[in-house]
């Protein structure tokens, strides 16, 4: 059981990492639908505030741990920064992510708004786990910036923020600041593991843009 929790706990969506999570087997008879995704994308969001950039609270058992990872991508920042993130195209780049769920999408004062759920199947003891991870994406265009919120089980906060920086006409450099919540007792595992996740990511979006295949 504490192999399985721990396994759950990596933040595998890239993303994303991304919101509330449900373990279950990926060939269970009747998998949640979409809208049963959205109903537990919304609980997530009303129960365990994952919106809120708030360091868990002294004597809660719960530990905060920052990471940052860059990459430089040799294309424009405009071809870059689509492709990048566009959560459709991290689909067979991104560990275990098999689809996204998109609940809602809106835009205000020239920033879109994503409400999504990634939905991974996780290699487990000979059988698929599915995981849920239900995640905001807040994507600021005009600079070049996008951020994320995320919750999944057993209880993992995501923030990001991933800048893009012009470094010339056709080179660009992808920063992901990375700030994770979790147990105290899994926090290090937690962290170590979503900035594994995140490399194999930033890795892969790399070679498909600059291949012309994004």
């Known amino acids: 059981m504490t192999k399985l929790l721990r396994l759950l706990a990596a933040p595998l969506v890239a993303a994303v990492t991304?919101?509330?999570a449900v373990a279950t087997p990926a060939h269970a008879d009747e998998p949640p639908s979409d809208a049963d995704l959205a109903r537990q994308w919304q609980e997530a969001w009303d129960t365990h505030k994952f919106y809120l950039n708030i360091p868990p609270?002294?004597?809660s058992g719960k530990s905060r741990a920052h990471r940052s990872i860059s990459i430089d991508?040799?294309?424009?920042?405009?071809?870059?920064?689509?492709a990048y993130s566009d959560f459709t195209n991290h689909i067979g780049r991104a560990a275990f992510l098999k689809r996204v769920v998109t609940h809602k999408t809106w835009k205000h004062l020239g920033v879109r708004y994503?409400?999504?759920?990634?939905?991974?199947?996780?290699?487990y003891d000979?059988?698929?786990?599915?995981?849920y991870t239900h995640t905001q994406q807040r994507i600021h265009r005009a600079l070049f910036f996008y951020e994320t919120d995320t919750y999944s089980e057993p209880g993992v906060i995501t923030h990001q923020k991933i800048v893009f920086t012009k470094l010339g006409?056709?080179?660009?450099?992808?920063?992901?600041?990375l700030t994770f919540d979790a147990d105290s007792t899994l926090i290090d595992f937690v962290a170590d593991n979503g900035v594994a996740s995140h490399q194999q990511t930033q890795a892969a979006l790399k070679q498909a843009i600059e291949s012309g295949e994004l």
Do not use: Y
Request: hydrophobic residues 45%.
């Open 18 to 20: 991304l919101l509330a």
């Open 57 to 59: 609270a002294p004597g």
């Open 73 to 82: 991508i040799n294309a424009p920042i405009g071809r870059v920064f689509d």
């Open 126 to 131: 000979g059988q698929l786990v599915t995981l």
């Open 114 to 123: 994503n409400n999504l759920t990634a939905v991974e199947e996780v290699p």
């Open 169 to 177: 006409h056709n080179k660009t450099r992808v920063t992901e600041f």
